[in-house]
């Protein structure tokens, strides 16, 4: 067609002897050709971004779903640790609260009835939830709440019990003061020594007569060591009459023990002792009629049997012969 004008695409291989392909179209073709091939190019871009979008959203989702999985198996571990460290912080309590009530130690106040308590009735729900300018999913939502109880759970059991174990403790240490001033062995070993005389009423070896004993008799060999049933502080040294050589030992306020008929004493006045230290040998001193100790208690300055105290007697059998005095 004459006046038309054409332009030819030639498009020629790299490799020789491949056929060369050539593409005339009149000029006022062109500009449809080249909007027709970018509009392809476009929707083949837009394709390829929408199918890569797509792939993503996938991916995240996958992603998301094992990380609900996980989210949901360290929630279950955690849940299992909650109940075990509750159900052990209640053992503790109650094991606590027997102490307590062991040791006589008692609430006052406002707190009367509540020490260590708390761990069976905490519920998430006593827990704010996230602010909204911090936006979470459920599973954190709740991820959060478990662990956050599990914390305040944890110190607020864990402080209260501290509380009660250092009361328990003090007292026990306190009570531990007393018991190291409290005659509580036999100032003779049993196994090397038996009772000739008890405490309380009996007939004199040397008049015939009754009369109270202030003591009891423990015989055995001459130079049987003699030790102190507790700590305390020796207040006398000397010979006392019929006690012949006695020692006296000021344990506290409340308990005072004496020891007669002395071969030899161990001590001196003014000297601190402790539980199962020597004190002295038995001997005969004063009036006797053969070696054995004499053991005297005071409690609150008033005369007591001492055998209760010597816990290491066996209570049922023990070795008794004619009295000594």
Known sequence: ??????HTLVIMP???????????LPSFCWPVFLIMVTATLCWAGLGTWSLYQHKQIVDRSQGLLKENLLVKSKLED???????LTDQLEKIRKQSAYIRNFLGLEAHGAAQGKL?????????QVFSPPSPSTPQTDTEHISFSSA??????????????????????????????????TPSISPVDPRKSWISSVFGWRISPFTGRKHF???IDIAGWKGT??????K???????????????VRIKHNSKYTTEYGHLLKAAVKKGQTVERGEVIGYMGDSGRSTGYHVHYGLRRDGKHVDPFPYMMDWDKNVFRFAAGED
Request: glycine share 10%.
């Open 14 to 24: 790299s490799i020789p002897g491949k056929r060369i392909i050539k593409f005339s």
């Open 232 to 246: 305390g502080r020796v207040t006398r040294v000397r010979r006392w009459g019929s006690l012949g050589l006695m």
């Open 148 to 181: 956050y109880l599990a914390s305040w759970l944890s110190h607020r059991e864990v402080t209260q019990l501290h509380a009660d174990l250092d009361r328990i403790i003090t007292t026990l240490e306190e009570r531990q003061k007393e018991m190291n001033h």
């Open 225 to 230: 060591p003699i030790m102190a049933p507790a």
């Open 78 to 84: 955690q849940n299992e640790e909650i109940t075990y």
């Open 116 to 124: 260590g308590q708390g761990g069976k009735e905490i519920s998430p």
């Open 1 to 6: 067609m004459a006046g038309k004008k054409y």
């Open 213 to 215: 004993h202030l003591g």
